[in-house]
């Protein structure tokens, strides 16, 4: 079967709105890896540092430059992911769907 990548995506606004109730969003994502586990599509999950504290390894013919912050301009973070073996794109796309994910907030696959 092949794998699928659902990246969990968010704001300022949205990281600040999981922290607010962590203890129920980290509940609530046991719940969901137990679902995927309970199907047999769970390969692995994760969830990130504070993208602030990311930096970025640019490379060109010179030597790799490193930068402090996220991706450049974007407004959107990389939080997490969860690796899930699953039988096509559709099936990922139905456990995006049930990802326990706060407002404002994107999964992509």
């Known amino acids: 079967m092949p794998k699928y990548l659902l990246i969990m995506r968010g704001t300022d606004e949205s990281n600040a709105a999981m922290m607010a109730s962590i203890e129920e969003g980290i509940a609530r994502t046991r719940l969901f890896i137990e679902e995927t586990a309970k199907a047999g599509v ?9 993208p602030g504290q990311g930096v970025v390894v640019h490379f060109s013919d010179e030597a790799p ?3 402090d912050g996220p ?3 974007t ?15 559709q099936e990922a796309v139905e456990w995006a769907k049930r990802v326990p994910a706060v407002s404002g907030s994107k999964i992509e696959v």
């Open 42 to 50: 769970y390969v692995a999950a994760e969830g990130l540092d504070d």
């Open 65 to 67: 430059v490193v930068t």
């Open 71 to 73: 991706y450049g301009e």
């Open 75 to 89: 407004k959107e973070l990389f939080g997490g992911f969860f690796l899930l073996d699953v039988a096509s794109k």
